[in-house]
């Protein structure tokens, strides 16, 4: 079992950053992968970017040259480093863990456990 936790959210303007964390407790593995999710009200769960145990990063078309996914594993945390933010980032944000270092941004099933979501809001 792992545990996640999300933290760093918040509001900014446009054009601003905000750094989310993601700790995580709990059983460890050789291999994995994590990543991070996000709703919007009304819309369907969408992945926005992932890394794997071999430090792979895959990042939705939408946040590439903006976002980036890093992991500390002394710190076993997550991060989503946000820059540039827009108005249509504004999601409830989610880490999600899955015990195998195949993933995709796609495949929100294959994912066995998440966080409690961290609010971001980004005004124009």
């Known amino acids: 079992q792992v545990q996640l936790v999300e933290s760093g959210g918040g509001s900014v303007q446009s054009g601003g950053s905000l750094r989310l964390s993601c700790a995580a407790s709990g059983n460890t593995y050789s291999s994995y992968c994590m990543g991070w999710f996000r709703q919007a009200p009304g819309k369907e769960r969408e992945g926005v970017a992932i890394i794997n145990t071999f430090g792979i990063t895959v990042y939705t078309n939408s946040v590439k040259d903006r976002f980036t996914i890093s992991q500390d594993n002394a710190k076993n945390t997550l991060y989503l480093q946000m820059n540039s933010l827009k108005p249509e980032d504004t999601a409830m944000y989610y880490c999600?863990?899955?015990?195998?270092?195949?993933?995709?941004?796609?495949?929100?099933?294959?994912?066995?456990?998440w966080g409690q979501g961290t609010q971001v809001t980004v005004s124009s």
């Open positions: 999600a863990f899955r015990s195998d270092a195949y993933c995709s941004l796609l495949r929100l099933y294959d994912y066995s456990a």
